[in-house]
């Protein structure tokens, strides 16, 4: 922070307008950003941040409006223009080759050679220097598939750096990453600056914003609506900038009001991918009117207990049982007739078919039944309304239920999927990582229709890895480690730090 | 926006139209052809009379089924490359059938039909099922199951108690279960009297004019409507486009992809079927692969995969087909262009990028 030079203007976006068909996706937008200043790009779901730097990148182009590169004007035709000027941007979703090493992928495109043929010894050596140079901290000869998100998110900067990025866009850079890696990333975006890199961050974590960068542009159903500096904002200022009204952090709830036991789960053993054990002897129970909060460090055993739950994994053995009935080794339609419903991890990978409308992905558990079909034929009048009816209940924008998928914002995604899986009514609802990638207006939202769940007399079940959000919307919390349940406290009053030492494998009893 | 055709599926293949018939044009000429003259042979030999409207037709019905094969198999995410093995399959059950099961031409015509879609969809879902069951990609299965089709082909055709003496092909089909309009009829004396008083007639009939074009285009509705009135085609696609998230939905991804190849499967069957009772009325010894359900995977490509287009683009092959058979013998011509046009076609759907790209080019020297 504050390396800033104001004398220095590294990009200014001009009155930049991009319009997809009727869409206005951004609205005369300004942008200044200053060499070595970190500049942050904060708005809901769907406002048009990404929007704006795919512009700066060149994978889109404006219908009006000017960039100018180190004052310089720059028409952005391809991304190979933009990083000839010295612009990289990692993307949300890693671009990278899973069974090259880590290397290999840095310097894709851009390979050393001698006479033609590969010089690895150069380009590790290149590499290693970047690498000490920003504490960029690397395994230069592991696979991808090997490495942490954490690690793999390095690799996709040192890419940049690689090509001579002197502006770096992050975009929603913390999305994925664990508290840890986060602070790390952090630490690096500061020797980044230090040494003159210019940043831009797009994100709709406030408490990162003020940790990390130094003036904010607050965009809004794609207006611009202001830039502040950092300093001088409180998080709660830049929330309501961005949404547009007071936003409340904390999720207010009632004490709950727990009945019969609806998920029971006595001594689970899942195997992962690899074949080794990832769900170790797991027990836990969820009773109806309640939230039971599973916190713990990504990688010891949640998302094989997940999907053990939803019936994508067999289970070495053990009990699953849903109001006293063994859903273990059931496939995930019989699992969704014992009135369970998931909300996956990942939204783009199992939630949507993103190819699929809103209401096309909206029956996908319930399209043979009526009056979404009758006989094997769809009945899209029916369909579509009781879409629409979804849509307009959760919000989901643009408002339209035979908008494709894929075409939506992340938080627009996600409560299509939440829409859905509230709609079929379940006893027990599993919702794994509801808020990853949301920004502050979206995740009270969820948090919200979660309680709401709960109020409503269904068990809840929440694995994430934000503990904040754990001990926010939860009951009860359990804390998972190296595959099973390793201590259980009230969420009411809990302690951040003693839930994080049994994260951490340590001990409190 | 502002140029349709730049961006639709459709402009890119009326563009790589006209781009493989220059190329063709091209080669011509460096061969030492007059590449006009060789065109308009073909339009005529296309169009010149309702006659070789007729065998236009029947040259596209087989491709259009086996193209609607493919397409299916597409749309749900699956590779058919076996539409030729299931062709022979069901060609060959149509040879057997229609001659060793005598019925009522009523009964006899769908029972042949169906016989085939059945023998056609069984050898389709092996494919699926391997896929399914043991995670055998089923590029690599249809393929082998091609050359499976046609040595077990050759094996039933050229046994003693099967073959028809003096030929290496099974015996003729009963009349009963052809589909050629009026084949009886039409050379009785009442038919040929007929025949002298209506030339246009008479010159469909000199044709074994068929009902498989109707079966074909029964088949691209029925295509269809299964992928997007039906619960069935909803969970296909939705498997063809993601699987992870149609398995997370409840739907039964395994079977959904044995479904979806014995679909395919069966309508390249009928493909088979079509061609047997509508024109060669026996299945002979193959010593290559005839190629139709390559041809399909072409018919697929230019029809983007869609089962009306897969109809406009099975005719506009049946019609290169025929139409460049006469070059040769009109002006020397080597048919073999007609198969380096199709090529280059496909080639430029496949690079719909060059395509945009040209047109924007195209744009900027305007400017």
Redesign the interface.
């Known amino acids: 922070m504050n390396n800033y030079d104001f004398d220095q203007i590294a990009v200014e976006m001009k009155g930049i307008t991009q319009k997809f068909?009727s869409l206005v996706a951004n609205d005369n937008i300004d942008l200044t950003v200053h060499k070595g200043e970190v500049h942050a790009l904060l708005g809901e779901n769907g406002a048009g941040k990404t929007t704006l730097v795919n512009s700066l990148y060149g994978l889109y182009h404006p219908t009006s409006g000017d960039i100018f590169i180190n004052g310089e004007k720059v028409v952005m035709d391809t991304p190979n223009v933009a990083i000839g000027h010295g612009i990289g941007m990692v993307h949300q979703h890693f671009m990278l080759i899973k069974p090259f090493t880590v290397v290999e992928n840095i310097i894709l495109g851009k390979e050393t050679h001698k006479h033609g043929v590969l010089d690895m010894e150069r380009a590790t050596k290149e590499v290693m220097e970047l690498s000490e140079r920003y504490g960029l901290t690397i395994d230069p000869t592991a696979c991808i598939q090997d490495i942490t998100v954490g690690m793999q998110q390095r690799v996709e900067i040192l890419k940049t750096l690689y090509r001579g990025a002197d502006i770096l866009i992050l975009d929603e850079p913390t999305a994925v990453l664990t508290p840890q890696e986060i602070l790390d990333l952090i630490k690096i975006i500061n020797n980044l600056t230090d040494q003159g890199k210019t940043i831009i961050i797009i994100t709709h974590k406030l408490k990162e914003i003020k940790d990390v960068a130094d003036f904010c542009t607050i965009i809004r159903r794609g207006k611009k609506i202001d830039t502040v500096k950092v300093a001088d904002v409180s998080e709660s200022d830049l929330a309501s900038m961005m949404v547009g009204r007071e936003v409340s952090f904390k999720v207010d709830k009632e004490e709950s009001e727990p009945g019969d036991i609806v998920l029971e789960v006595n001594d689970l053993h899942v195997k992962d991918n690899r074949d080794i054990p990832a769900v170790e002897g797991l027990s836990l129970k969820v009773r109806r009117g309640e939230i039971l909060g599973i916190a713990g460090v990504d990688g010891n055993g949640q998302n094989e207990l997940v999907d053990a739950l939803?019936g994508?994994r067999k289970a070495e053995s053990g009990e699953v049982l849903v109001n006293g009935n063994n859903i273990l080794g059931l496939?995930?339609?019989g699992i969704?007739d014992h009135k369970v419903s998931?909300i996956?991890q990942d939204r783009q990978?199992?939630?949507?078919?993103?190819?699929?409308s809103i209401a096309?992905n909206i029956i996908?558990?319930n399209?043979?039944k009526a009056p979404f079909?009758r006989k094997?034929?769809?009945n899209f009048p029916a369909i579509r309304e009781y879409a629409r009816k979804l849509v307009k209940e959760f919000d989901v924008r643009p408002d339209d239920e035979n908008y494709i998928s894929g075409s939506l914002s992340g938080g627009n995604q996600q409560k299509v999927i939440i829409a859905r899986e509230i709609s079929n009514n379940p006893d027990l609802l599993i919702a794994v990582q509801p808020t990853r990638g949301l920004d502050v207006g979206a995740i009270e939202y969820v948090h919200k229709a979660l309680v709401a769940q709960r109020d409503k007399g269904k068990a809840v079940l929440l694995i994430s890895l934000e503990l904040d959000e754990v001990i926010n919307v939860s009951d009860r919390i359990g804390v998972i480690y190296e595959g099973k349940i390793v201590g259980e406290v009230k969420a009411e009053g809990a302690d951040e730090n003693e839930i994080g030492l049994m994260m951490a494998g340590g001990s409190n009893s | 926006m502002k140029n349709p055709l730049k961006n639709s599926a459709l402009g890119i293949t009326l563009i790589s139209i006209l781009l493989g018939l220059f190329v063709g044009a091209l080669i011509l000429l460096f061969i030492g052809y007059n590449p006009i003259e060789a065109y308009s042979v073909m339009l005529n030999g296309i169009f010149g009379s309702v006659r070789y409207l007729s065998w236009t037709i029947i040259y596209a019905t087989p491709i259009i089924l086996t193209g609607l094969s493919v397409a299916f198999a597409f749309k749900t995410g699956l590779f058919n490359i076996g539409a030729e093995g299931q062709y022979i399959v069901g060609a060959l059950t149509a040879a057997l059938v229609g001659y060793y099961v005598p019925m009522p031409t009523l009964l006899h015509i769908p029972f042949v039909l169906i016989c085939s879609i059945t023998a056609g969809s069984l050898w389709g879902s092996i494919a699926g099922y391997l896929k399914a069951r043991f995670g055998v990609n089923e590029v690599i299965s249809t393929i082998m199951l091609n050359w499976i089709a046609l040595y077990l082909n050759n094996f039933f055709v050229l046994n003693e108690k099967i073959k028809r003496p003096g030929s290496e092909a099974t015996n003729k089909i009963l009349d009963s279960a052809k589909i050629i309009f009026f084949d009886v009829w039409k050379k009785s004396p009442d038919g040929q009297a007929f025949r002298k008083a209506h030339p246009f007639f008479n010159d469909i009939f000199r044709t074994p004019a068929n009902a498989g074009f109707l079966i074909a285009i029964l088949a691209a509705v029925l295509v269809l409507l299964i992928l997007n009135k039906t619960t069935l085609g909803y969970s296909l696609k939705a498997v063809g486009f993601n699987k992870d998230a149609a398995e997370f939905g409840g739907i039964n991804i395994k079977s959904s992809m044995i479904s979806s190849m014995a679909i395919a499967g069966g309508l390249s069957g009928l493909a088979g079927a079509v061609q047997v009772t509508g024109f060669t009325r026996e299945a002979s010894a193959l010593a290559a692969m005839e190629g139709y359900g390559f041809e399909g995977i072409s018919v697929a490509l230019i029809g983007a995969n869609n089962p009306i287009g897969c109809v406009l683009a099975g005719l506009f092959y049946g019609a290169l087909k025929y139409g460049g058979s006469k070059i040769q013998p009109r002006i020397g011509a080597p048919y073999e262009i007609i198969s380096i046009i199709m090529g280059t076609i496909v080639l430029f759907i496949a690079m719909p990028k060059l395509i945009r790209m040209m047109k924007i080019t195209k744009k900027k020297e305007a400017e």
């Open positions: 068909g939803t994508i496939n995930p339609r969704l998931t996956p990978k199992r939630g949507l078919v993103l190819e699929y096309e996908i558990e399209y043979k079909s094997g034929w769809l």
